[in-house]
């Protein structure tokens, strides 16, 4: 269990905010102690939980598996890596909640050298990503003052129409705006 600390959060929210609007609810299926959920409730936006562990949040107790219709349009959440991957988990995840699910949005908080996962192409070649954010700094998820890795923001869009645009992000809020005032 890694909680996710607020400033990847705030980034993409930042980033995202006005596609993230276009839904009635965002799905946050790996829910964990709710710092994610915390941070878009944050912003105005209404948020569905789940996980498969009771971590004081309030989320459903139930497994990302047993949904066979998504509770909403939109995913954004950092997955379980080992289901995202092609080791133990052949993409299981990603393919869940694309085909299965058919979400409309899904945006995944995953290490930077995600795309480089062996066995991954076929996937990649179905199901290209509509935007990466790579962040520019290593986030802490230990809180122990040393992160091993960059990660990115994958985001898969159906409304996006084009080849996958990569851009940076830096520790910005998705309140800047109004805290700037």
Known sequence: FYPTPPEPTR??????MDRLRDFNTIWEPAAGDGAM???MESVGLS???SDLIDRGCGADIRSFYD???SPAGAIVTNPPFAECGWGNGKARWLYHALETLNVEYMALLMNWSFPGAGGLAPFWASYPPSRVYLMRWK???TGQGAPPMLNAWFVWDKLWDGETVLRMLDRKDARQGELCL
């Open 11 to 16: 980034a993409f929210l930042h980033a995202e």
């Open 37 to 39: 959920v915390r941070e």
């Open 47 to 49: 948020v569905r939980s």
């Open 67 to 69: 949904f066979p219709v």
């Open 139 to 141: 986030i802490d998820f």
